[in-house]
């Protein structure tokens, strides 16, 4: 029987796989789809045994932001947002674990700058982005106006913002968009070897380089090297840096478990 779930979880070892599932529509967000994806993303962050995440979505398409005919979030555009956007943004930014977006084809509106929060992109040769929201006179959202310029500077930001012009994914890696632009057919596998590569990491400290960065983005050159040492601190306290020396003068692989 087909599994009608509007995201759909997939295990391969350490590595979970998400799947946005309204291929008709592109997977775009409705609010079902929403509480969807955050039990979803709340389970992975809970379940030990989860050590990266992967986020993609069915058929031809990633996510075409908001579902423009979904009528419980279509009247209050500024609380959908609040409400459902922010906490979604923030949620991918807090995962214990590095979070892949696998974008396997279009990605427009909140579904790009949800792509876009994500740690690492992998995007196939054929998808691209498309910052949607002028065509409907909205600002980009999901975090867009932070992510945007921090990722690509403020020309390219407003340029791609304002245009609503649709970017392909060579050209997203190209200008530092996104990690990876792969070959449609090797996209899938391409991405879950990275996806066990990162899971046979030290995935808290990934973490936490994750969440320093960011800060470090917002504070002073003194602020950052005071965060860094106070992030080394807990880390070098923590179990996977005793492992990652010990193995490293006994010349085997390390063996990290901490999250
Ligand atoms: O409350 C709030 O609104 C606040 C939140 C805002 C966040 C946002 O994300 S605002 C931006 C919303 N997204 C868009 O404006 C994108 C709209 N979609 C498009 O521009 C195009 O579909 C694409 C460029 C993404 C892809 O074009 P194409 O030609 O490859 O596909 P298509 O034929 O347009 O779409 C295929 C189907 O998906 C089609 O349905 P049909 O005719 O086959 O039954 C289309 O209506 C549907 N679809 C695509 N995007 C959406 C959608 N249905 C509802 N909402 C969508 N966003």
Known sequence: MPDDSLVLAAAQGPVRTLTLNRPAALNSFTGAMHRELRAA?????????????????????????QDLNDAELGTDVGGVVERIYKPLALRIRSMPVPVIAMVNGVA???????????DLVM???????????????LIPDCGGTWLLPRLVGRARALGLAMTGEKLSADEAERIGLIWRCIDDAALAEQTMALAQRLAAMPVKALAATRRVLDEAMMISYADALSLEA??????????????????????????FSDR
């Open 41 to 65: 993303l709340d389970a992975v962050a809970g379940d030990s045994s989860v050590r990266c995440l992967v986020i993609t979505g069915a058929g031809r398409g990633f996510c075409a932001g």
């Open 230 to 255: 106070k992030a080394q601190a807990e880390l070098g306290a923590a179990g996977d840096f005793r492992e990652g020396v010990t193995a490293f003068l006994e010349k085997r692989a390390a063996k």
């Open 123 to 137: 995007a196939a040769r054929s998808a691209s982005f498309i910052q949607a929201f002028s065509k409907i006179a």
């Open 108 to 118: 427009a509106g909140a579904g790009a700058n949800f792509a876009f929060g994500c």
